[in-house]
């Protein structure tokens, strides 16, 4: 039985890449749209949101000299093509799927609108968000918690490159420890690398969340939403260090 009813799959840009770390890896692709299937076949209502990086980061673009909204827009349009090879990707093994973008574009996919995209979970269709917030300035992070709250999912699966939260950069520290649990608000005032501080908020004031698991590791994603107990789990359940009574 799954461990949920709705979730939102959270996917960086660079998910996509594999190991090239740049544009689109067809064998990573199949492999995560094999495992999107599997999830939808427990039961679970699945909705994806997708980075661009990949492609092209705004942020990066904003650093090197460009103006900052248009570099987010140009970042936007990049999660849409990702969505668009999600969306390939997951008919090719027939499963229905929606993509919904936050910026118009009627030809590839649907406008966003809260009730319609509600109604394509309920009938067992995959739902992939485009376009982030169709804001500047926000995270595909922020995207993920807000379109999680508005479809009521149960938590946020954010898919990353390692195994879950650490102490510090496990990259970078070999003495980074895994937390296997903490709260919304621990992981914002020791800036732990969960999600962007508005997304956190958000998730904080809604309950809402959040599971950091490795992506690269092959059936994560269906392991996380069967209830096993894989990488970091982020709740309101647990006090933030030092404040117990």
Not at 136 to 158: G, H, S
Not at 215 to 220: F, M, R, T
């Amino acid at each position: 039985m799954p461990a949920y009813r709705r979730i939102l799959l959270k996917l960086s840009g660079e998910a996509l890449a594999g190991t090239a770390g740049f544009g689109i890896d067809p064998p990573t692709l199949e492999r995560i749209a094999r495992e999107v299937k599997a999830v939808q076949q427990m039961g679970v209502e699945v909705a994806i949101v997708i980075g661009g990086g990949n492609i092209f980061r705004g942020m990066a673009g904003a650093a090197a000299g460009m103006d900052r909204a248009s570099a987010d827009y140009m970042g936007m349009l990049a999660t849409v093509m990702n969505s668009l090879a999600i969306q390939d990707a997951l008919e090719h093994l027939d499963v229905e799927t929606r993509v919904i973008s936050a910026i118009t574009m009627r030809q590839i996919a649907e406008p966003y609108i809260r009730r319609r995209a509600v109604r394509h979970l309920e009938l067992g269709r995959v739902i992939i968000f485009g376009a982030g917030t169709g804001n500047p300035y926000f995270t595909t992070d922020t995207a993920a918690a807000l379109r999680a709250n508005e479809m009521d999912c149960d938590v946020i699966l954010k898919a990353t490159k390692v195994d879950g939260v650490y102490t510090s950069d496990p990259n970078k520290d070999a003495s980074a420890t895994l937390i296997p649990e903490l709260s919304h608000l621990e992981a914002l005032s020791r800036q732990l690398k969960v999600m962007d501080a508005t997304a956190l908020s958000l998730c904080m004031d809604t309950k809402l969340p959040i599971i950091v698991f490795n992506l690269g590791s092959e059936g994560n994603i269906e392991r996380v939403a069967g209830g096993e107990r894989v990488g970091t789990l982020v709740t309101t359940l647990k006090e933030p260090s030092g404040e117990n009574s």
